[in-house]
């Protein structure tokens, strides 16, 4: 029965991930040659299917043989006492803030900066509360002090007390189930690693989202096969509900994700769950579209639709088929030309924030915009699966390294370096305001800079499925649930992701994959205390 049920994760996974590999190199073959944007040239063929069919068998006799293999080796057992959270979390924040300091006031990136310019104005594209809290500090900054330094540096000085706070949470739970050694070796790899260092000092909305998904693990692990949810566990999904909700866009529907995961596996007591979850959901919901109201500016439809606009956008580049009706209402959004001349396979950026771009126009006309985007899509299938699968690429595809988009933090937000600030700034590094000897400065800010790098986001998910294979393989089906906030939030950039590139929406895979780590191999696990 054992080998008969990893059998089946193995089939379930190995057309999947093989598929997955085959157009990881087809699109990198095809990206260099310049052919992804050349019409008449089909990036999927019926050809590809024989060559993924032959990987996925050869995949599968391999996923067999290693799963069957570690399902027998011994888990690692639990030795000496829990990890001190205040000695972790002392180490952590100790280590992180002399680059807060090497970044005076913070680094960060342009969100950050048109947050702290128009507060209000944000809540349209950015989460409300973060928004809201963000410039209204540093607006109450600029009128006490004259600069809106000291704000930035609370929000990120206090931003890097919570990190160290909650990871050191982690550590110890980590601790009282796989020993003190692991719990230590947790430790040193948040404080040491310069990714982790740089986001928890960074001025930016994606380090709380991810340490909020990762506490989600180890919430769903320890409730997992309980009957019911006490007040305390009750209090805790609430909490993590309202920071997963309130730091990304696409939060609550995350958040509703998580919270129906939670009721269907209780038995008991779901209306107060339930009612929890409800209130919460409303909580972060309800604002945002009190303020579109009252100052008269609704989110933008573009980022809902970015894919539905990326896909349409490769049907005018590859000069697919498309009625005069529908040429006319996509030329009063953009012009043909530039639909043609700033299409990229990989990000709609170059589409929905061109300056000619009508986005008012097309949010008053969303229906029309949607019932267009089927219409179309109708005639041209092929074109629309090959649109999703470039603007979603860096999300799914097995390349070994992040693209170095967006994935770390190194320009200073002093007001000198904000006040001409562009987006190309985002992946440079500026030295902050704070006297500080030059070559000293300039080794922390390249450390930290320079070292934060990762594995690709694709590469990540694919780990984090080998993992839950790995858990299920040795008996731990029920806390496999634990992977349930990583698999959410590469859904959720899989159905709605600007640019995929961009590693920070996926933060979440640097401080989840050693606990995974940890977790796939461990013994029985003891009652968490």
């Known amino acids: 029965m054992k080998n008969r049920w990893i059998a089946g994760l193995c089939a379930a996974v190995s057309l999947p991930a093989s598929l997955a590999a085959f157009y990881t190199w087809k699109i990198d073959e095809w990206d260099r040659a310049d052919q992804l944007q050349q019409p008449g040239i089909p990036l999927l063929q019926p050809a590809d299917w024989l060559w993924a069919i032959l990987g996925s068998l050869l995949l599968f006799f391999f996923l067999y043989a290693f799963l069957t293999a570690v399902s027998e080796m011994p888990g690692i057992h639990p030795h000496g006492d829990p990890v001190s959270r205040r000695k972790s979390g002392v180490v952590m924040a100790a280590a992180w803030f002399p680059f807060l300091l090497a970044f005076y006031p913070a680094p960060?990136?342009?969100?950050?900066?048109?947050?702290?310019?128009?507060?209000?104005?944000?809540?349209?594209?950015?989460?409300?509360?973060?928004?809201?809290?963000?410039?209204?500090?540093?607006?109450?900054?600029?009128?006490?002090?004259?600069?809106?330094?000291?704000?930035?540096?609370?929000?990120?000085?206090?931003?890097?007390?919570?990190?160290?706070?909650?990871?050191?949470?982690?550590?110890?739970?980590?601790?009282?189930?796989?020993?003190?050694?692991?719990?230590?070796?947790?430790?040193?790899?948040?404080?040491?690693?310069?990714?982790?260092?740089?986001?928890?000092?960074?001025?930016?909305?994606?380090?709380?989202?991810?340490?909020?998904?990762?506490?989600?693990?180890?919430?769903?692990?320890?409730?997992?096969?309980?009957?019911?949810?006490?007040?305390?566990?009750?209090?805790?999904?609430?909490?993590?509900?309202?920071?997963?909700?309130?730091?990304?866009?696409?939060?609550?529907?995350?958040?509703?994700?998580l919270a129906g995961a939670v009721l269907a596996g209780i038995k008991k007591k779901r209306l107060r769950t339930a009612a929890a979850a409800v209130l919460c959901i409303t909580a972060a919901a309800a604002p945002p579209w009190v303020i579109s109201h009252i100052y008269h500016q609704p989110p933008l439809f573009q980022e809902i639709a970015a894919v539905p606009i990326q896909q349409v956008g490769r049907v005018i580049a590859m000069e697919g088929t498309l009625d005069t009706k529908d040429r006319l209402f996509l030329e009063h959004l953009l012009p043909e030309e530039q639909w043609k001349s700033g299409y990229n396979p990989f990000t709609v950026d170059f589409i929905k924030w061109d300056s000619r771009f009508d986005r008012e126009w097309l949010n008053s006309r969303r229906g029309e915009f949607l019932k267009l985007w089927m219409r179309v899509g109708a005639d041209n299938p092929r074109l629309y699966a090959e649109g999703w699968m470039t603007e979603t690429y860096a999300v799914w595809n097995l390349d070994p390294e992040e693209h170095q988009v967006q994935s770390r933090f190194g320009w200073a937000l002093t007001d000198a370096n904000t006040q001409s600030m562009i987006p190309e700034n985002n992946d440079?590094?500026?030295?902050?305001?704070?006297?500080?000897?030059?070559?000293?400065?300039?080794?922390?800010?390249?450390?930290?800079?320079?070292?934060?790098?990762?594995?690709?986001a694709g590469l990540c998910l694919w780990l984090t499925v080998l993992a839950?294979?790995?858990?299920?393989?040795?008996?731990?089906?029920?806390?496999?649930?634990?992977l349930l906030p990583i698999l959410v939030n590469a859904a959720t950039l899989l159905a709605a992701t600007p640019a995929s590139a961009v590693f920070r929406y996926s933060f979440i895979y640097v401080l989840a994959l050693p606990v995974l780590l940890i977790w796939a191999f461990e013994e029985n696990r003891q009652q968490e205390k």
């Open 108 to 257: 960060g990136m342009n969100d950050t900066v048109y947050i702290m310019d128009y507060p209000v104005r944000a809540c349209a594209q950015f989460p409300w509360a973060y928004s809201l809290t963000v410039g209204g500090a540093a607006r109450l900054s600029e009128q006490m002090a004259g600069t809106r330094e000291p704000a930035v540096f609370l929000i990120a000085l206090l931003q890097m007390a919570a990190a160290a706070w909650a990871l050191s949470w982690a550590v110890r739970r980590v601790s009282v189930t796989a020993g003190t050694r692991w719990g230590w070796a947790l430790a040193c790899y948040f404080a040491l690693f310069p990714m982790v260092g740089n986001y928890a000092v960074a001025a930016v909305k994606d380090t709380g989202y991810g340490i909020a998904l990762f506490l989600w693990m180890f919430f769903l692990r320890r409730t997992a096969g309980k009957e019911e949810l006490d007040l305390r566990e009750t209090a805790a999904m609430a909490g993590l509900l309202m920071a997963v909700m309130l730091l990304r866009n696409n939060g609550v529907l995350a958040g509703a994700v």
């Open 428 to 456: 440079e590094a500026a030295a902050g305001g704070l006297p500080m000897p030059r070559r000293l400065s300039a080794f922390l800010i390249r450390w930290q800079f320079d070292g934060s790098r990762f594995l690709g």
């Open 468 to 482: 839950g294979l790995i858990m299920a393989a040795r008996g731990k089906k029920r806390e496999s649930i634990a």
